[in-house]
């Protein structure tokens, strides 16, 4: 295996639950190798790797069972001091497309040596796939139109 594809497996299996859409729809967005690409070059190949290896064993170890998996993500991911920012910036990037900047105590504690920490889209097909708009029944605007004549069409009943 690569470098660009090594971990993808266990990246894509701890945004499923991340960010509640399933396996095959976070691969059709054509982001996943973009995303994990940006949190290793962003963070080091020795915090993506500790942070898949961590997310990995949560996985494994509650199985299939939904409400313990949300308990531990929630405990030990997100309520973490060193796993949580990173966990919310995969969330955002795969809602958003965009790396938010890791707040400046992570850095001090965890990022000495982190480079390109600042805002910005991963790449603008990350804005265009960014989940944030299936989720709002939208369109990246400026990017991607909802087709000819489509105002004319009534909004579906809630």
Do not use: C
């Not at 976070?26 to 790797?49: F, H, K, P």
């Not at 990995?56 to 030990?76: K, S, T, W, Y």
């Not at 995969?90 to 965890?110: S, V």
């Amino acid at each position: 295996m690569d470098k660009t594809t090594a971990g993808l497996n266990e990246f894509l299996a701890i945004s499923v639950p991340l960010t509640g859409y399933p396996r095959i729809s976070l691969i059709a967005t054509g982001m996943a190798d973009a995303y994990l690409s940006t949190v290793r070059r962003i963070t080091g190949e020795e915090m993506t790797n500790e942070y898949l290896t961590r997310t990995a064993v949560i996985l494994d170890v509650v199985g299939g069972n939904e409400p313990a998996l949300d308990r531990e993500i929630r405990q030990q991911l997100l309520a973490s001091l060193k796993y949580g920012p990173l966990t919310r910036n995969i969330i955002q990037m795969w809602y958003w497309g965009a790396w938010l900047p890791l707040p400046p105590a992570w850095m001090a504690k965890y990022g000495k040596d982190v480079k390109g920490n600042e805002n910005h889209f991963v790449s603008p097909e990350a804005y265009q796939q960014g989940l944030i708009w299936n989720a709002m029944g939208s369109h990246p605007e400026g990017s991607r139109q909802p087709g000819f004549a489509s105002w004319s069409i009534a909004p579906l009943p809630e």
